[in-house]
């Protein structure tokens, strides 16, 4: 076995010993690399405390470097992958999860958030690349028809302007997300926490497949890998700090989607929040988010996702606008005397200055140019609103001579 061939096999050997994010690991690859990291940990030398239970308890249950070795077949029979910091594909800015701390931290899942010493892939496109100019959109499981709605456009529109959606695989808003994307023909990446051969939930296998041909499945966690509860949390990271931010459309009072963006938040990402109907529990977690995060933006559209992610100065998007109208050119003293004129009727000049503040001079010149632009008539009494305008009516189409 070649020295790289044995630093892949103790990378994937060291993310089954211990959970992927595991800070204490990242550090010693860091200082000894795997292999050195790897004989260490198997012989007892790990930090006192749960890490060498872990250990200890896995290695109990199987030789590592066996373990490792048969995963990396199951892979190659899978048609995947393995992916490593020593590879060109290795998308670089997931390294900005060494510097991330959560506040507050409980849990240790919240605490071990360092970054991923492999990733298993499934699909053709280069992770790298794919993961260079994307968006994350992640949501509520038990979205509604409006949080399906929002993600498909997110994804459609973000897709279509040749970002890459990335999202979890879950029901409700990261499939509606995926599927976006893939009906714009675009490019989306799904990040699974669990192994790429027990895709979870069940239920979106054959999204899993459409995916694979045109996008890409990836996880931490080798084939076989079951979906635990803390995996997604763990997972989440990836997702924050693998894309240049994330959109939460439609999130719970307690959701694994507002701690993606939160993640994202203390990565120096962008953390985005589609806002939804009050009265939809669906709607608590984003809009308590928005509350709570003073750096998190309150989104609408594709545009406003691209003004936070895109080029600066760039990809700015468009001011809201009512429908635009004739009198918005209008300045004030032509509009006061539009105002004070009668909706029947006609006005002097006198009495319609005095009602509307202008002097007579003014009122005189103002009131030429309404009538230029067709907005008042005069009359032998005074001046007068003009009727609205008629519809024109289709010609008549002239019948074929004979």
């Not at 050195?36 to 896995?58: C, K």
């Not at 009668?342 to 030429?368: E, F, I, Q, W």
Request: overall charge neutral.
């Amino acid at each position: 076995m070649s020295a790289e061939e044995e630093r892949r096999l103790a990378r994937v050997a060291l993310t089954w010993l211990a959970e992927p994010g595991t800070r204490a690991v990242h550090h010693l690859v860091e200082r000894h690399g795997p292999v050195e990291t790897l004989d260490l940990l198997l012989d007892g030398g790990s930090p006192a405390g749960w890490l060498h239970t872990t250990v200890a308890a896995r290695s109990a249950a199987g030789d590592a470097r066996a373990v490792a070795a048969e995963a990396l077949e199951r892979a190659d029979r899978l048609g995947a992958r393995l992916v490593t910091p020593d590879d060109d594909e290795w998308p670089a800015q997931v390294a900005s999860l060494a510097a991330l701390r959560l506040p507050d931290v409980s849990r240790r899942v919240d605490g071990e958030t360092a970054p991923p010493l492999c990733f298993w892939v499934r699909g053709s496109w280069p992770l790298g690349e794919a993961l260079d100019r994307s968006v994350a959109v992640v949501g509520a499981r038990a979205a509604t028809g409006y949080g399906q709605h929002v993600a498909t456009e997110l994804g459609y529109g973000l897709a279509e302007r040749d970002w890459t959606v990335v999202s979890g695989g879950a029901f409700g808003i990261d499939a509606a997300a995926h599927r976006g994307a893939l009906t714009a023909g675009g490019l989306t990446v799904a990040v699974l926490a669990c192994g790429l051969d027990r895709p979870y939930p069940m239920g979106n296998a054959a999204l899993f497949d459409r995916i694979a041909e045109t996008g890409l499945l990836v996880s931490e966690w080798p084939p076989g890998a079951e979906p635990l509860r803390p995996r997604f949390l763990i997972r989440n990271r990836v997702i924050a700090a693998g894309t240049r931010g994330t959109v939460v459309v439609e999130a719970s009072a307690r959701s694994g989607a507002t701690q993606t963006a939160r993640r994202a938040i203390h990565s120096n990402r962008v953390a985005m929040v589609v806002p939804g109907p009050v009265t939809s529990a669906m709607s608590v977690g984003a809009h308590e988010f928005l509350r709570e995060h003073s750096k998190a933006r309150l989104v609408t559209g594709v545009a406003h996702v691209l003004e936070e992610v895109g080029r600066i100065g760039a990809d700015l998007a468009p001011l809201a606008r009512g429908p635009q109208r004739a009198t918005d050119a209008l300045d004030d003293e032509a509009r006061s005397l539009l105002e004070a004129l009668p909706r029947r009727g006609a006005m002097g000049v006198d009495r319609l200055s005095a009602r509307a503040g202008v002097d007579l001079r003014t009122a005189l010149r103002k009131l030429s140019l309404l009538e230029e632009l067709s907005m008042v008539v005069r009359r032998d009494d005074g001046y007068a609103l003009a009727p609205p305008a008629k519809p024109k009516r289709a010609a008549a189409e002239t019948p074929a001579s004979t």
